[in-house]
C-alpha cells in the first residue's frame, strides 16, 4: 500500500478496490466493472464519502487509486465531457501491460 492510496488495495483477480484499515479488517470495496462512466465512479465516490469511516485521506486515496488504474481524465471526463462508458477490463488490461513494461506497481 502508498500513503497516495490510503488503505485502497487493487485486487486483480477480482478487479476491485479494497479498502482496509490499519489492522487488516476489511470495510468496502469498490467493483471497477461499475465504473464505466464519470457518473458510476462519481456514484462511487459519494457512497465512500458518506460512510461514517470515511476520512478525506480515504477520499483521497480512492480517487487516486481509481486514477491510476482507470485513467479517468483521459478515458471518462475530458474537457469535462463525458467519454464513456469504457471497457474497464481492457482499461486494466493497458495498464498492466504498462506497469510490466515501466516496471511500476500500482498497489
Not at 465512479?41 to 469511516?53: A, S
Not at 488504474?69 to 483521459?74: R, S
Not at 471518462?76 to 477490463?89: K, N, Q
Amino acid at each position: 500500500m502508498t500513503p497516495r492510496h490510503d488503505g485502497w488495495r487493487h485486487i486483480q483477480d477480482a478487479a476491485v478496490l479494497e479498502l482496509r484499515d490499519s489492522t487488516g479488517r476489511w470495510l468496502y470495496e469498490v467493483d471497477l466493472a461499475r465504473c464505466r462512466t464519470s457518473a458510476e465512479v462519481l456514484d462511487w465516490l459519494v457512497q465512500v464519502r458518506n460512510k461514517r469511516w470515511a476520512t478525506a485521506a480515504i477520499v483521497a486515496g480512492l480517487i487516486g487509486a481509481l486514477d491510476d488504474l482507470l485513467h479517468l481524465q483521459a478515458t471518462l471526463c475530458s474537457g469535462g465531457h463525458e467519454r464513456g462508458p469504457i471497457d474497464v477490463a481492457s482499461t486494466l488490461e493497458g495498464v498492466a501491460q504498462l506497469q510490466a513494461w515501466s516496471g511500476a506497481k500500482i498497489p
